[in-house]
């Protein structure tokens, strides 16, 4: 069974430049979630999607992060623009379900400077 | 939103000894408890899970225990090993506010 693909694996971006992560579910995972985990810290969710429908994103900086899916497979995530405070492992996992095991990607570690 | 705290950041163990880590949450309604293993520059990876009906929960060397009085949920490794090295995350999920949060995480150490 193929993970849950995310890219770029790195980015390093100058502050106030926009990036945008990717990320690609298992397939038939109706639940997606996007974290971000600062170095030392547990993940921190920021949105979670249902199929195409957004569940929960409370956490989402709204002024500056941005997140979609797309005919609830794919995802994206974008900040623009980005904060030297951004710098983490963005992380993306999806699940059957809400009550099931979550599966993460390798993340994409940001980079600000 | 759940509030997790787990205790405790750092552990550090002789090989063969036991390891406990123990979380915490607020919402009386969570119903759902996953422990993850995150090796360094890895991804989290799921090692064991217990849900709101079950008291206990084990796998081998790992077990699970959940007091839904007292919210509060932990992990157990018995026979350490030093590939146990790593850092555990609780997570609890939430059925009020329908989201996977998740503790600041243990760095377990396994002396050999």
């Known amino acids: 069974e193929a993970g849950v693909a995310q890219s770029p694996r790195y980015k390093i971006i100058e502050k106030r430049q926009s990036v945008a992560f990717w990320c690609n579910p298992i397939?038939?995972?109706?639940?997606l979630y996007w974290y971000q985990q600062i170095l030392g810290q547990g993940p921190k969710l920021l949105i979670q999607?249902?199929?195409?429908?957004?569940?929960?994103d409370s956490q989402l900086p709204k002024d500056r992060f941005s997140a979609e899916r797309l005919k609830g497979v794919d995802s994206t995530l974008k900040i623009q623009p980005a904060k030297l405070e951004d710098s983490a492992v963005y992380l993306c996992?999806?699940?059957?379900?809400?009550?099931?095991?979550?599966?993460f990607g390798q993340g994409t570690r940001l980079t600000v400077v | 939103g759940e509030n997790v705290e787990q205790h405790p950041s750092t552990l550090s163990v002789q090989e063969g000894d036991s390891a406990v880590i123990k979380c915490t949450y607020s919402d009386s309604a969570s119903n759902y408890f996953p422990w993850y293993k995150q090796e360094l520059g890895k991804r989290p990876q799921l090692i064991i899970d217990?849900?709101?009906?079950?008291g206990e929960k084990k796998d081998q060397r790992i077990a699970v225990t959940l007091n839904k009085t007292a919210k509060h949920f932990s992990l157990h490794i018995t026979e350490t090993q030093p590939e146990d090295s790593a850092v555990y995350f609780c997570a609890v999920f939430g059925a009020g506010s329908y989201q996977l949060t998740f503790g600041k995480g243990t760095k377990l150490s396994v002396i050999p």
């Open positions: 397939s038939g995972h109706a639940t």
């Open positions: 996992a999806s699940s059957l379900g809400q009550l099931r095991e979550a599966f």
């Open positions: 999607f249902q199929n195409n429908g957004v569940v929960d």
């Open positions: 217990i849900r709101s009906n079950v």
